[in-house]
């Protein structure tokens, strides 16, 4: 049997909204969480997804992400969001946190209305929330308790930025610590947990230690989470508690939120937890002496994930290549000397080309690089990221001029198609001439592909040195505290 007495804390740290209904449920923390200006909330959105940790994890189904302000939790949030399909067209998205202001027995579920942010209406799916509601009496509605509430509201932007098709949520709010009461609030959720919905889990971490407690104190509770075991997780944050650690108040402020969900996945198979982003608002605020931790933790079904994670995920014909390479000829030629894109008729291409996929443009003129611009998300089909990155790399690239129409008939093309990213603890799983290497720190980002070691003849210290200098901008040994990732490529050229 285990006791945990929990105790909640604050963690303080569509273009226009449409009309409001009676119900609906207005921002509470606009302005300061995150900006009420629907055109600054978009320009930070798009600076924190920039800056996040790329997708590497496939066959997501719930992620747990920080509610902190976004200026010191943004870009670990958008992280976690990285990691689900923004084209995929969920049914319903569960958002769940734990109540701030307010403890309770069981969950409430805002079934009243719509919740509205900067960006719009964001829809609650009433009909199902309602029949949550009145399935078990460990669920209630009580808007006062959503109402001064953040943990659900600062997730929403970011779902409504970065998905692509409509979606609905329920929003539900833990008012308990009670271990009775979570597993019977995993029972009610559990029937949900599908392939068509989204679980969204809002938890920041440790609350107030010092930079180095924090650190330590939540890379063990993430372990704990990792093993997807609630058990598991109740030990080790009384563990923390009994360590005294000084001026810890938590280890995890959503811990009813989590230990509810784990109750609802530790016994399914397959499915694992995988860690994406650390940080913690020292590394905003330079203040190490007090702090508030940050995890981006992705769930996902590993039975579905394709076991050559590191392989490239499209086998191309000659005929997929000779097409791409004729868009990025044609989309080239035409852009420099009238600054159109052509259209494209896609009514022959394979279902393989039209998937998506991100890959990169290079241009070289004898053989030496002239341009070279890519996509890792893949957001666009893949003849869509050719076209784009065939304008990029002839206009875009900031270490050369803009392509002249007198360079255009020098010009060589080569495509680089790439596989998903995977994450690496070791530089050691590098393989010269298999492998690009992808690396961000903080705010900063570089790549090379993998062709770049072939045509260079470095060694795998030269490799990853040059890119943290010369790409990423963090110096030549950067890359040792930087996430390191790699991937392949296929690799074709006009050059036969």
């Given amino acids: 049997m285990f006791n945990l007495i929990l105790f909640s804390s604050s963690c ?6 449409d009309k409001l209904k009676s119900g609906d449920r207005k921002p509470a923390v606009a302005g300061q969480f995150y900006p009420s200006d629907t055109a600054k909330l978009r320009s930070m959105l798009k600076e924190m997804f920039a800056k996040a940790t790329p997708k590497s994890v496939n066959n997501v189904f719930a992620v747990i992400c920080p509610h902190a302000g976004y200026v010191y939790s943004g870009i670990v949030a958008a992280s976690s969001y990285n990691q689900v399909d923004p084209n995929k067209e969920f049914k319903t998205i569960f958002v769940i946190g734990a109540s701030h202001h307010f403890m309770f027995d069981g969950a409430s579920i805002y079934n009243k209305g719509n919740f509205i942010t900067p960006l719009g209406t964001v829809e609650v799916d009433t009909a199902l929330a309602n029949k949550i509601v009145n399935s078990d009496k460990v ?11 953040h943990c659900i509201e600062v997730q929403l932007p970011f779902l409504q930025y970065y998905l692509k098709k409509k979606f609905k949520i329920v929003p539900i709010l833990l008012g308990t610590g009670d271990i009775t009461l979570c597993k019977k609030i995993a029972a009610g959720l559990k029937q949900y947990m599908n392939d068509e919905n989204l679980f969204v889990i809002s938890s920041d971490f440790s609350h107030y230690p010092s930079y180095i407690d924090a650190v330590s104190n939540d890379k063990n509770t993430a372990n704990a989470i990792i093993k997807n075991d609630p058990a598991e997780l109740i030990k080790v944050i009384n563990s923390n508690a009994g360590k005294k650690i000084p001026l810890l108040e938590t280890s995890l402020c959503g811990f009813d939120a989590v230990v509810s969900f784990l109750y609802m996945t530790e016994k399914i198979k397959d ?8 940080s913690n608002s020292g590394d905003v605020t330079k203040d190490s002496s007090s702090v508030v931790g940050y995890w981006s933790l992705a769930f996902c ?3 579905k994930t394709k076991s050559g994670n590191d392989e ?3 086998l191309l014909t000659e005929k997929d290549k000779t097409d791409l390479l ?10 420099i000397k009238d600054g159109t894109k052509p259209v ?6 394979s279902s ?19 341009g070279c611009i890519g996509k890792f998300m893949p957001d666009k089909p893949l003849y869509q990221i050719i076209q784009d990155m065939a304008v990029s790399s002839s206009t875009e690239d900031y270490r050369f001029n803009r392509v002249t129409k007198d360079e255009l008939n020098k010009i060589t093309i080569e495509i680089s198609v790439l596989s998903p990213l995977k994450k690496i603890s070791s530089p050691d799983e590098i393989i010269l001439g298999k492998h690009g290497i992808y690396m961000i720190s903080g705010g900063a980002s570089g790549t090379f592909l993998p062709q770049v070691a072939t045509e260079t003849g470095w060694t795998k210290e030269q490799f990853l040195g040059h890119c943290a200098q010369d790409k990423a901008g963090i110096g030549w040994d950067g890359w040792k505290k930087a996430e390191l990732y790699v991937y392949t490529a296929i690799v074709f050229s006009e050059k036969k």
Avoid: M, W
């Fill in 352 to 370: 393989t080309i039209k998937q998506n996929c991100g890959a990169f443009v290079t241009l070289k003129i004898n053989g030496e690089l002239r």
């Fill in 301 to 303: 079904n590993d039975d």
């Fill in 12 to 17: 303080n740290s569509q273009d226009k909204p």
């Fill in 271 to 278: 499915v694992k937890v995988k860690e994406i982003k650390y």
């Fill in 326 to 335: 004729k868009i990025a000829r044609n989309t080239l030629n035409t852009y």
């Fill in 312 to 314: 490239a995920e499209f």
């Fill in 139 to 149: 669920f209630q509605c009580n808007p006062d308790y959503h109402n001064p509430d």
């Fill in 344 to 349: 494209i008729n896609t009514s022959d291409f």
